[in-house]
């Protein structure tokens, strides 16, 4: 079973910083990676950032430079730290796995519903 929870989103003047949470629970199932995408208004859905094989990051174009992805574990949750936001950082984030039940078997990508970040004066 797979259960994530985002939080943190909001209205942010540009420049300023925001830090999003995913509360992830994942039973019975391996997981490939996890990370945060996101989607604006008309656009496609990009990766942020995300962990692989293990702690291993992968950041993707979109707020790349000022973007930071981190975990702890023990509270079953990522977070996203987004700094200097800029209007085009508008969009619904969302947290991500792709987990397998077995090595060998096809991977199962689960997402969050997401949470809206707004960047405005």
């Known amino acids: 079973q797979v259960q994530l929870v985002e939080s943190g989103g909001g209205l942010v003047e540009p420049g300023g910083s925001l830090r999003l949470s995913c509360v992830v629970s994942?039973?019975?199932?391996?997981?490939?990676?996890m990370g945060w995408y996101r989607q604006a208004p008309g656009k496609q859905r990009e990766l942020v950032a995300k962990?692989?094989?293990?702690?291993?990051?992968s950041y993707g174009e979109a707020a790349k430079g000022r973007s930071t992805i981190s975990r702890d574990d023990a509270e079953n949750t990522m977070y996203l730290q987004i700094n200097a936001l800029i209007p085009e950082d508008t969009a619904v984030y969302y947290c991500?796995?792709?987990?397998?039940?077995?090595?060998?078997?096809?991977?199962?990508?689960?997402w969050g519903r997401g949470t809206l970040v707004t960047v405005s004066s």
């Open positions: 991500n796995v792709v987990v397998r039940r077995r090595l060998f078997d096809n991977p199962i990508a689960y």
């Open positions: 962990f692989t094989s293990g702690s291993s990051i």
């Open positions: 994942v039973t019975s199932f391996m997981i490939d990676s």
